[in-house]
């Protein structure tokens, strides 16, 4: 069983466009981690939400956090080839000790 | 600090043999987690280990077994390789269970 699905699976937009990619479950997470893969390299983590409906920015990204903790959107403002990469969520469940990662959304922005 | 290392960065190996994997986590972390990656399949956990206990365990066969010592490094070996052994296979080391995690590069793992 999937906890956790990430939408689109595959997305390419052309460099300066805008987009959203999404992470639901019908889990509720104590937090929810965002990490970027880059071919050949390990994920690297991005950001760590904690509250319902906390929104957190990194340069271009927008990070939420649903306010019933079960899904997060990333918003990212005029793309750019560097965001290339693989975007993994990952929910945190602290009463059962597990980080559980979704399948991925693989971004390629095309210059 | 120094980043996660994983040693080696490839393999290559045939079907029935087994392998060693091995990784150093961040220092100051005193978890371990493994993962097995592939384009089919995505990140799987394989385990994770906390002052050289296993915690968690994903849904592997046996043949896949890892250990900690008591410098926070960790291996873990696969034996009797199967093809579809092939994949890509990540460590992270965190500070404690379920935090963040900080990803090595990798081992390629290739079957024939």
């Known amino acids: 069983t999937q906890l956790l699905e990430q939408s689109p699976q595959f997305l390419s937009i052309q460099e300066g466009e805008n987009l959203t990619v999404y992470c639901n479950s019908s889990s509720v997470f104590s937090s929810l981690q965002w990490y970027r893969q880059e071919p050949g390299e390990g994920p690297v983590l991005l950001v760590t939400v904690v509250t319902g409906g906390e929104v957190k920015k990194l340069k271009r990204l927008t990070f939420q956090f649903g306010d019933a903790r079960k899904d997060s959107s990333l918003h990212i403002t005029a793309a750019q080839p560097g965001d290339t990469g693989l975007y993994l969520c990952?929910?945190?469940?602290?009463?059962?000790?597990?980080?559980?990662f979704g399948p991925g959304t693989s971004l390629s922005v095309i210059p | 600090k120094a980043g996660v290392t994983q040693t080696p960065r490839y393999l290559i190996k045939t079907r029935g043999q087994q392998v060693t994997l091995s990784c150093s986590p961040i220092?100051?972390?005193?978890?371990v987690s493994w993962y097995q990656q592939t384009p089919g399949q995505g990140l799987q956990f394989l385990f994770e280990?906390?002052?050289?206990?296993?915690?968690n365990k994903g849904n592997f066969p046996g043949r896949f077994s890892g250990r900690q010592f008591s410098n926070s490094r960790s291996e873990m070996n696969v034996s009797t390789l199967e093809l579809g052994d092939s994949a890509l296979y990540l460590c992270?080391?965190?500070?404690?269970?379920?935090?963040?995690?900080?990803f090595g590069p990798g081992t390629r793992l290739t079957v024939t």
């Open positions: 220092s100051g972390h005193r978890s």
């Open positions: 280990y906390f002052s050289e206990t296993q915690r």
């Open positions: 992270a080391s965190s500070r404690g269970i379920a935090n963040e995690q900080y």
């Open positions: 990952a929910g945190v469940q602290t009463s059962y000790d597990k980080v559980i």
